[in-house]
């Protein structure tokens, strides 16, 4: 899942306007920003299994960055991180913005869950793992990931204060990871190597999250 975790930031600013929408994209991506990393370090691994041209679905070992208790560890040091940027903020309103932040990465493991095989662990990676398999019936997953967008954009938009321009630009970037996800999940080939698909996916991460940041700049605050 690549466009619903940005239908769930897209939300998130909806609801505290104070922070950055692109805070909130790097935010539901952070499990995935830390799995290509890790892939990338050695510490984690994906594997492209004989059947991807029809599952499209690669095969994780991802404790650190995917597992449950990981993800919720994840959440708290992003919720940490807002609170030490917000230090000139008022207290109850620095621990809303944490708090969501922390609610917006926890999102990414649920979303997951519900759509990879079991693969997820609790713990380690000897531990039990979960997931739902949405994936099995693509169609049905997709649709899923395109509701998840939608809603989000409804909510964002109105009342966000940024200009015409950037609504436009913003909406058609959101439609273009959604196609992005479309593909990547029904025509696109095998990537060549666990690499190449790590540092392709970590640089479309990086990408995506600052230009929604630029994009989202200027969005109007608006008193909770």
């Known amino acids: 899942m690549f466009a619903g975790h940005i239908g769930v930031a897209l939300a998130a600013a909806r609801v505290e306007p104070r922070v950055n929408v692109g805070i909130f994209a790097a935010a539901s991506l952070l499990l995935d920003l830390l799995l290509w990393l890790f892939i990338l370090f050695g510490w ?5 299994p004989a059947n991807f ?9 991802f404790p650190y960055s995917h597992g449950l208790f990981a993800s919720v560890l994840w959440s708290t040091l992003a919720a940490a991180f807002v609170c ?5 903020r008022v207290g109850e309103k620095k621990s809303r913005s944490a708090l969501l932040v922390a609610v917006v990465v926890f999102s990414h493991w ?5 759509v990879h095989r079991p693969e997820l662990p609790i713990t380690g990676a000897a531990s039990h793992q979960v997931g ?24 964002f938009f109105p009342g966000c204060g940024l200009s ?13 990871v959604l196609a992005f996800t479309v593909v990547g999940m029904t025509v696109a080939p095998a990537p060549p190597s666990a690499t190449a698909m790590a540092g392709s996916s970590l640089g479309t991460i990086v990408l995506v999250c600052v230009l929604i940041g630029w994009l989202g700049s200027g969005a109007r605050e608006r008193q909770a």
Request: glycine residues 4%.
């Open 132 to 155: 739902l398999g949405l994936w099995n019936n693509m169609s049905a997953a997709l649709v899923v990931e395109a509701a998840l967008v939608l809603v989000g954009a409804l909510l």
């Open 164 to 176: 015409r321009r950037k609504k436009v630009a913003l909406a058609v970037l959101s439609l273009l």
């Open 110 to 114: 649920l979303l997951d869950a519900l």
């Open 84 to 88: 030490l940027l917000t230090k000139s």
């Open 44 to 48: 984690e691994s994906v594997a492209i």
């Open 53 to 61: 041209p029809r599952t499209h679905q690669p095969e994780f070992v």
